[in-house]
T-cell receptor, first 115, second 115 residues
């Protein structure tokens, strides 16, 4: 079946530093990938939609200069949390939409802790 | 904007009991509806989805859901639960009116099945 991987699975960083999270579709091509954020015991909130070769579309309230998204190929999208602060600590989950079947598959998530 | 409401945040059942998890959505147009399951320590998996046609949808692991348009509901059911069904369950909606097609999730229901 279709697999989406995320790297790293968890990361701890200091305030003010930047962190890059990768999302890869391993056995299918994804023209569109989505980035979600999940707070403890809460639901997933869509942050942005990433389209291969074009700029990401951000949901209302999400700072595009803080959460940089790059979707340079059909199998890779990256989310960079710039100048991270403790309030950015969260679980970040990506999903990838198969370009042919349009099915969406979720990655395992990345736990970010900012100290 | 679309929203999803899941009525039960925590449900505890005994094995072989019947299950029904409520989900209501609000959206001014045609929607696609989904139920996802997240087992402890694992990523989101699709249980079932509704796009069009028969409003009674059958999914994996014996789950089914019924779309009732007049009630804006998409409740998840299983006639006899097993201990292995212990997990977090998320209802999600996606508008079909064009534009980005990221999902809007409910807050989730934590289901615990007691042996």
């Amino acid at each position: 079946g279709a697999v989406v991987s995320q790297h790293p699975s968890w990361v701890i960083c200091k305030s003010g530093t930047s962190v890059k999270i990768e999302c890869r579709s391993l056995d299918f091509q994804a023209t569109t990938m989505f980035w979600y954020r999940q707070f403890p015991k809460q639901s997933l909130m869509l942050m942005a939609t990433s389209n291969e070769g074009s700029k990401a579309t951000y949901e209302q309230g999400v700072e595009k200069d803080k959460f940089l998204i790059n979707h340079a190929s059909l199998t890779l999208s990256t989310l960079t949390v710039t100048s991270a602060h403790p309030e950015d600590s969260s679980f970040y989950i990506c999903s990838a939409k198969d370009r042919f079947s349009y099915e969406q598959y979720f990655g395992p998530g990345t736990r970010l802790t900012v100290t | 904007a679309q929203s999803v409401s899941q009525h039960n945040h925590h449900v505890i059942l005994s094995e072989a009991a019947s299950l029904e998890l409520g989900c209501n959505y609000s959206y001014g147009g045609t929607v696609n509806l989904f139920w996802y399951v997240q087992y402890p320590g694992q990523h989101l998996q699709l249980l079932l989805k509704y796009f069009s046609g028969d409003p009674l949808v059958k999914g994996i692991k014996g789950f089914e859901a019924e779309f009732i348009k007049s009630k804006f509901s998409f409740n998840l059911r299983k006639p006899s639960v097993q201990w292995s069904d212990t997990a977090e369950y998320f209802c999600a909606v996606r508008g079909t009116g064009g534009g980005a097609d990221g999902l809007t999730f409910g807050k989730g229901t934590h289901l615990i099945i007691q042996p």
